[in-house]
């Protein structure tokens, strides 16, 4: 008679997390879209992204063409029910001011820029050669995204990231027991690795000046 494995939540948290998933997505409207609490808005930008991939790397519609016949079908609805509005008592169409906002294009440039910033910092702290463990595994890591990258188009390799952000942080939510299980045994292998290694080879490499020595 089979038996379920039930790993509870001994191993440590994916990234040593202690809040839950959706208050270290930021516990906003973003999280309930990344986790499916909203399922409309979820299945929404999901299907919408599936669209685009579908329509300009499968059927290999043109961007311009796409957008130039959005425009004219989006003038000629917004045209008809204009005029049909004094005959239906419909309300006149209006442009979202979401989309107008001044404000909120500002915020999301500071955003984005902010964004920006903490991750140039972070590289820059990395290639300092402070913790050599780190530089190689950036380096490393930055190579097999290449390697990827280079597979795929950049069209594919946006749908993929979208994808995989819109189903992984659900899927990692409804078991996260067993991946924390997996990850830790991984991460515990990993590590015992890297101690053979940097006692055999990385201790030989002479470091930059700002570097620690090695304790």
Not at 8 to 22: D, I, K, M, V
Not at 52 to 59: C, D, K, Q, S, Y
């Amino acid at each position: 008679m089979a038996t379920t494995m039930h790993y509870g939540h001994s191993a440590p948290r994916l990234f040593g997390r202690e809040r839950t998933l959706h208050a270290a997505l930021g516990g906003r409207r973003a999280a309930d879209i990344i986790l499916w609490r909203d399922r409309k808005a979820s299945a929404a930008i999901l299907g919408a992204a599936t669209a685009a991939w579908g329509l300009f790397e499968v059927a290999e519609f043109h961007f311009l063409t796409l957008v130039c016949y959005a425009a004219m079908i989006g003038m000629l609805v917004f045209f008809i029910w204009t005029n049909a509005s004094s005959f239906f008592n419909l309300p006149v169409p209006r442009i979202p001011e979401t989309l107008l906002s001044e404000r909120a294009t500002r915020q999301a440039i500071q955003d984005g820029h902010r964004r920006l910033s903490r991750v140039v910092e972070t590289l820059y702290d990395i290639a300092c050669g402070k913790d050599i463990k780190m530089f190689i595994l950036t380096v490393l890591s930055l190579y097999i995204a290449s390697v990827i990258a280079d597979c795929f188009s950049s069209l594919t390799l946006l749908y993929l990231v979208v994808l995989s952000t819109m189903t992984l942080p659900a899927l990692y939510e409804r078991y996260d027991s067993e991946v924390d299980h997996l990850v830790a045994r991984g991460v515990h292998d990993l590590r015992t690795h890297f101690a053979d290694m940097d006692s055999g080879v990385l201790r030989k490499i002479p470091r930059g000046a700002g570097a620690a020595a090695p304790k």
